[in-house]
């Protein structure tokens, strides 16, 4: 049905812009000392789960390949790179944890989980773009810390769904 | 989405990764005491220096767009500025122990803080 696709773009349109004003939203937080330098917490992931699990893989990475402009625009083409590599993996890990992993992994496990893929992702491009595997030192730290971000932004996503829900009924979808 | 909020698997798979990230972990911290820095442009060794010998201050600035200043004092190395924009490589600051990394990604330095042989750099 065309209809159906324009409310579905209309929403992605909408969980898009979400995603960018979480992600200044975290930028604003002052780096937390003993952690890896630059590691955030990933709010923005939310949306993209949010996405990823109730509307459709193609949404998700849209919103992600949104997020990655964005940065590319605003941060610049290292931060761009990093947002895309991460975002990308972790949203297709996340839309195939969320759809068949139910009966294994809870929201919890399937938030950590993605939040690893965002730093693989991430960690693989900054070997790729450095060409020095001695980066893979820092993914002990990021699994710890990514362990951390994804059971908070799983404790948050179960928090929002209501709302998001609600605001999905607006589309009809 | 009818998932449930949390599962014995999230518990899991949690406590795998822990004990995966804590052994790796100590097995980086258990090598060689004797430590050297290896300083990396775009996967090339440009510099190395032993850490255990610097006496005096060593400052390193590779040919790298943007520019950044290493600077080794007392078995310690780190970034001492950067021209980037998040300046992230100069907030990970004094590199030490076996294992420490601190990384430039806009201009492709690495600072790996190595054993006395050169095991982790892959060319």
Not at chain 1, 19 to 30: D, K, M, R, V, Y
Not at chain 1, 141 to 153: K, N, Q, R, S
Not at chain 2, 87 to 101: E, N
């Amino acid at each position: 049905m065309k209809k159906n696709i324009a409310y579905k773009t209309a929403l992605s349109a909408i969980l898009c812009a979400l995603a960018l004003s979480l992600g200044f939203l975290e930028s604003l937080i002052p780096p937390i000392p003993l952690l890896p330098p630059g590691a955030k917490p990933g709010l923005s992931n939310i949306i993209t789960m949010f996405a990823a699990g109730s509307i459709g893989l193609a949404q998700a990475i849209m919103i992600v390949v949104v997020k990655g402009c964005f940065a590319f625009v605003t941060r610049g083409f290292t931060a761009g790179i990093m947002s895309l590599s991460g975002g990308i993996f972790s949203a297709v890990v996340m839309y195939f944890l969320l759809k068949y992993s139910g009966k294994i992994f809870g929201l919890i496990g399937i938030s950590v989980l993605s939040a690893l893929a965002h730093n693989i992702g991430q960690l693989f491009a900054a070997v790729f773009i450095t060409g020095t595997a001695s980066i893979a030192y820092y993914a002990p730290a990021l699994a710890v810390f990514g362990i951390a971000t994804g059971a908070i932004t799983g404790v948050i996503f179960k928090a929002v769904i209501p709302a998001l829900d609600k605001l999905k009924q607006h589309f009809f979808i | 989405m009818n998932i449930k909020f949390i599962k014995k698997g999230d518990i899991a798979v949690i406590g795998v990764i822990i004990l995966i990230a804590a052994a790796f972990m100590l097995w980086s911290n258990s090598k060689s005491e004797a430590v050297q820095a290896v300083i990396t442009v775009d996967g090339e060794v440009i510099e190395t220096v032993d850490l255990g010998s610097v006496k005096e201050k060593i400052t390193v600035i590779p040919a790298t767009s943007p520019r950044v200043v290493i600077t080794a004092e007392n078995g310690k190395i780190r970034f001492e500025s950067a021209e980037c924009e998040d300046k992230l490589c100069v907030a990970c600051g004094d590199l030490s122990k076996h294992g420490d990394t601190a990384v430039c990604l806009p201009s492709k330095t690495v600072i790996t803080v190595t054993g006395s042989d050169v095991d982790a750099v892959v060319y």
